[in-house]
């Protein structure tokens, strides 16, 4: 895909997320998608939320950086809090509608921890963006018509805002790609530091 960036070196996504790929894509990035396997422990005792999302994103990252140690590495976990409390994935229609009606007219943060590793270069850098996001105080009837849509059922918070349920929020502050799954400026921000990126014009182009 045409973007504002190139890859100048093999980078690696460990997200089976749609999501992130198509948001890695769009800036016109080349990247391998593998995506970690290894389950999701539940937060310590006391752990605050940032601190969970970015040690989630971590180990997913560390367990694919270590099977590629020549190439850089993106990871990231995205958590939905209310209150303090994280929400993960509806285990069913009846807790999504739960997590929605909780969320409805309210706000809540989301919180994404992100990676970028490479194992050879010693490349280690973990950071947590946090976007507050305000819904609308959706009725009853509209929370289940949007359930209806099964579109909840795999998102943390029960909704993405990127889909159908973008009617539930009314207002962001903060990064709006955070909310999707991925803060994109500040990984192209890493990204072109350590030259694993480049713009794709080249300055003689302008």
């Known amino acids: 895909m045409q973007g504002p960036f190139r890859t100048l070196r093999p980078l690696t996504l460990a997200s089976a997320s749609p999501r992130r790929q198509a948001l890695l894509a769009g ?3 080349c990247f391998e998608v593998s995506p970690s396997r290894l389950g999701e422990p539940a937060p310590e005792p006391a752990e605050a939320p940032e601190i969970y999302a970015r ?24 958590i939905v809090v209310r209150e ?4 993960g994935k509806p285990r069913n229609a009846a807790h999504a509608l739960h997590m929605l ?54 998102k943390a918070g029960a909704y993405g805002i990127q889909g159908a349920g973008a009617f539930l ?7 709006y790609t955070n ?9 192209l921000r890493i990204l072109l530091t350590c030259a694993v990126i480049a713009p794709a014009v080249s300055p003689e182009d302008v």
């Open 101 to 154: 009606s909780e969320l409805a007219g309210n706000w809540h943060d989301v919180i994404t921890g992100f990676c970028v590793l490479h194992v050879r270069e010693k490349i280690s850098q973990c950071h947590a963006v946090t976007t507050r996001v305000h819904m609308i105080p959706a009725s009853a009837a509209m929370l289940r018509a949007y359930i209806a849509t099964e579109e909840p059922m795999d």
């Open 179 to 187: 909310v999707v799954g991925l803060p994109v400026p500040e990984i």
């Open 27 to 29: 800036q016109g990035l």
């Open 84 to 87: 303090g409390r994280i929400l």
């Open 55 to 78: 040690r989630m994103a971590r180990i997913k990252g560390e367990d694919i950086a270590a099977k590629r140690p020549d190439q850089t590495v993106i990871s990231a976990d995205t």
């Open 169 to 175: 929020v009314d207002e962001v502050r903060g990064s």
